[in-house]
């Protein structure tokens, strides 16, 4: 149970630094570039992974929300190479660390910790001690990002922050405890007596530094943020051949849709991977053929399942004539696939049977 408790913490502490950083990541972008950053704020080949993991994920499980952009399917090391390509960003993570590279490699060690998490593997007190104080750094940093930023000198900045945990050792709280007095009790009975605060009183100023380290989080039982959510989608039940036959003689639009949800989820993955050719459509050719279609198209907004099979035609076609699967995905991303998906998800949410 320990270790597995040190996981759940190390889980918590890395989600809440994911989504810091991706926001401080965002807003910068967004300033720099515009409506058009998530182009022209990404370099093309992190671009490019980022919206390949997109599609991966979304071909085995594509009820996505519709609020996440690439940048939520970034890690650590995703998220260093971003902002080390934006010198307005790195200039403001560079409190972080001495220079650019130690700040590289924070982020790689961080970058290892999270597959750690991914994977349950075991995560060490040093582990967590190397979340905790990268947070405590990050929320310093950013706190005095924006004086730094208007007055145009980032660096500066840094080095008070940094210094800034020192600078709560001189309060003068502690001098008017007035320790000379408790010293002329040179007899340690009546020292005793008195207040166990004056004999210690000889060393207080170096104890007192201690309690510097803020670093006991709660501790929740639960990391929520890493949970996956469910959808309702989920559990709907099997639809034979012969319902459905059934459900479009009497136009029952739930069982239908019902029936085309389990097809495209079984067929997504393989869409994407390029093991198409030896996947059938039957219940898309059934349905495409039928009465209940032609009249529902336009009324329920079914063209989003004529935009998946029509994908998934084309793809079969293309692997069947020698297309490679980098091909494939290449041919899948230009006609927004993964766009798809989300409506599909949209118009399966409205209509499908619980």
């Not at 609020?67 to 972080?96: K, M, Q």
């Not at 020192?166 to 709280?173: I, S």
């Amino acid at each position: 149970m320990t270790k597995l408790d040190t996981n759940l913490d190390a889980c918590q502490l890395s989600g809440e630094i994911l989504i810091r950083l991706r926001k401080i990541i965002r807003e910068g972008l967004r300033t720099a570039y515009g409506k058009t950053w998530n182009e022209a704020g990404i370099p093309g080949d992190i671009r490019e992974f980022l919206t390949q993991r997109q599609a991966r994920e979304a071909s085995i499980n594509w009820n996505l929300s519709d609020s996440v952009d690439v940048l939520d399917f970034a890690g650590y090391l995703n998220l260093y190479d971003i902002i080390s390509a934006t010198p307005n960003l790195l200039e403001r993570f560079l409190p972080l660390a001495p220079d650019a590279h130690v700040l590289r490699i924070r982020f790689l060690e961080l970058d290892t910790i999270l597959n750690r998490i991914g994977y349950c593997r075991p995560i060490s007190e040093a582990d967590v001690g190397l979340l905790v104080s990268f947070e405590d750094r990050l929320k310093k940093s950013t706190a005095t990002v924006p004086a730094v930023v208007e007055d145009g000198a980032a660096r500066p900045a840094p080095r008070p922050s940094r210094s800034a945990p020192p600078a709560p050792e001189p309060p003068k709280a502690v001098a008017p405890k007035t320790p000379p007095p408790p010293e002329v009790n040179a007899d340690k009975p009546a020292a005793a007596e008195a207040e166990p605060e004056p004999a210690p009183d000889t060393k207080p100023p170096i104890a007192q530094p201690t309690p510097q380290p803020p670093a006991p989080l709660p501790v929740p039982d639960e990391a929520p943020a890493v949970e996956p959510q469910r959808t309702p989608l989920q559990g709907a039940g099997l639809v034979g051949p012969q319902e459905l036959e059934t459900a479009l003689k009497r136009g029952e639009n739930k069982t239908v849709l019902t029936a085309l949800y389990q097809e495209v989820t079984s067929l997504a993955d393989g869409l994407w991977n390029g093991s198409v050719t030896s996947l059938q459509a039957r219940t898309w050719e059934n349905v495409r053929e039928s009465q209940w279609y032609r009249e529902g198209f336009a009324k329920l907004g079914l063209k989003p399942i004529s935009d998946f099979f029509g994908l998934f035609d084309t793809a079969k076609e293309k692997m069947l004539a020698g297309t490679s699967r980098n091909e494939l995905q290449e041919f899948l991303k230009e006609h927004s696939f993964v766009q798809v998906l989300l409506a599909l998800k949209e118009l399966f949410r409205k209509h499908m049977r619980p």
